[in-house]
């Protein structure tokens, strides 16, 4: 039968966490798919734990029957519960559906803590181990919403064909991200530059604005140890003037590299792009904000789902306008600049009424060396 229960045990709740904590175990590594997470337990004894480790490799249902057979010595698995962070696939891919492992293994219950909203899933593999007269629960309240977050980007993507998309910024006490003559280097702590590091290490791409690439001609690559996957860069220059002797353009294609243009952009200027390796995507609309929106849906078609934001102030703001941010991470930092002309975190048309402002729905503090990071989610998917 399927059930959506809100009585699960206290034991069911510390199962279901525990196959949250394995999922997140795939952070940065398992693009474009979701991070899940399964045990295998018998008579509240866990037989077997598994995640998603690549994408391509085994998915976590299936790793965990097969760590619990070799710990059972090949012993039947009859009658167990798979406790699983997002409900099993039932479609062939690059593996086949985890529902024929777990029908084929005598499962006799999966509870799940959250859905797949993907037009693959969308609780098809749960009415398939349903028909197998499986007995399946899918959480709800906390448990739930927790098994979601992990998976915002691959929700988003799902959902709407475009990436999830975090805003990071580093500011100081009254609010600045530069001088007034665009000294930004640097506002935050080394210790916060080394969070933003990982984090690019955990995104499908990181953008910055063609401000931010003529200033700083960055590498926005991940520079931290342990790092297992460096992010596309995105660039959003409407009239293609990235330097093609910039350290973005040297580095691809070797480095994967979007330049996002408008139709103002001379052919010429795309071209050279081309060729010198990138890949030039043309953002149509009548105004900036339906450019983010078409540049948007043109990285979600090329599989990127989730996109770390670094700015400037100008391509920040039309994100926020055109409403395609979704997390906000800001560090804070202990310094004053003062100055009318010092550049603001986010520009753009913004709104009139505060009654029009977007709400943060979670809001967050944590200190970072000097520093104080301000996280704050804006919607969920």
Not at 10 to 29: C, K, P
Not at 86 to 101: L, R, S
Not at 223 to 246: I, K, M, N, W, Y
Not at 334 to 356: H, K, N, W, Y
């Amino acid at each position: 039968m399927l059930r959506l229960v809100s009585t699960l045990t206290a034991v069911d709740h510390d199962h279901l966490a525990r196959s949250i904590e394995l999922a997140e175990f795939g952070l940065g590594r398992v693009h474009p798919n979701p991070m899940v997470g399964a045990l295998l337990v018998r008579d509240d004894k866990v037989l077997g734990e598994g995640w998603h480790e690549e994408c391509g490799g085994p998915h976590a249902e299936v790793k965990a029957i097969a760590a619990a057979t070799a710990a059972a010595s090949g012993a039947s698995l009859h009658g167990t519960t798979l406790y699983v962070s997002m409900e099993p696939c039932c479609h062939h891919g690059k593996t086949p559906p985890c529902t024929d492992a777990i029908v084929a293994a005598g499962i006799a219950r999966v509870v799940v803590a959250s859905d797949d909203p993907s037009s693959k899933a969308a609780g098809r593999g749960l009415g398939i181990l349903r028909d197998e007269g499986i007995e399946v629960d899918v959480a709800e309240g906390e448990v739930a919403a927790r098994a979601r977050l992990v998976n915002q980007a691959f929700r988003k993507h799902a959902r709407t064909g475009r990436p999830w998309v975090l805003f990071k910024s580093a500011m100081t006490l009254d609010g600045k991200v530069a001088t007034r003559t665009g000294d930004s280097q640097w506002i935050s702590d080394e210790s916060s530059r080394a969070r933003a590091h990982r984090w690019r290490a955990s995104m499908d791409a990181v953008a910055v604005g063609i401000g931010t690439a003529l200033a700083d001609d960055p590498q926005l690559t991940s520079r931290v140890e342990g790092v297992h996957h460096q992010p596309c860069r995105v660039v959003f220059d409407a009239t293609a003037r990235l330097p093609l002797d910039s350290q973005l353009v040297r580095a691809a294609p070797q480095s994967a590299l979007v330049v996002v243009v408008s139709r103002a952009a001379h052919r010429s200027a795309m071209e050279a792009l081309a060729m010198a390796g990138a890949d030039v995507v043309v953002a149509t609309g009548e105004n900036e904000p339906a450019r983010v929106r078409s540049a948007l849906d043109q990285l979600g078609a090329k599989g990127i789902t989730s996109i770390l934001l670094e700015g400037g102030p100008h391509l920040a703001g039309a994100f926020l306008d055109a409403g395609e941010i979704d997390e906000v991470r800001l560090f804070l930092a202990p310094l004053l600049l003062g100055g009318r002309a010092a550049r603001d975190p986010l520009e753009g048309e913004g709104v009139e009424q505060i009654s029009e402002a977007i709400r943060a729905l979670t809001l967050d503090c944590e200190r970072v060396a000097d520093d104080l990071l301000i996280s704050a989610r804006l919607r969920e998917w």
